[in-house]
């Protein structure tokens, strides 16, 4: 299961406060259409009919059950500077794939 490390769990909470969304929306992750190992991620007011919920430390990521195998062992990170995140997906072995930047 995806795990969510304390810097991605605050900013996503930080995106989610700054935005017009409820409280118990998330950032949702799913494959992009540039190819395998490329995620898109969104903020959404809920999970889609298939998501599976993964909520640590606050936070709340919505993962397309596509993707579900993909992120198994894997790690959400976020750095941030000023107001842009980037997250990154870390961990689980060789050639860990990166996902794309969001920001507010």
């Known amino acids: 299961m995806l795990t969510i490390s304390p ?3 605050e900013a ?6 700054a935005s017009d969304l409820p ?3 998330g950032v949702r992750i799913s ?5 395998p190992g490329t995620f898109e991620l969104s903020l959404v007011p809920e999970a889609g009919e298939a998501d599976e919920v993964v909520e640590e430390q606050g936070a709340t990521v919505f993962l397309d059950d596509d993707i579900v195998p993909l992120l198994d062992d894997k790690t959400l990170d976020a750095q941030t500077q000023g107001d842009q995140v980037a997250f990154t997906i870390v961990g689980g072995g060789e050639g860990d794939p990166g996902a794309g ?3 507010p």
């Open 7 to 9: 810097a991605a769990s």
């Open 12 to 17: 996503i909470k930080g995106l989610i406060a």
């Open 23 to 25: 409280e118990d929306a």
């Open 31 to 35: 494959s992009h259409p540039q190819g």
């Open 101 to 103: 930047g969001a920001s």
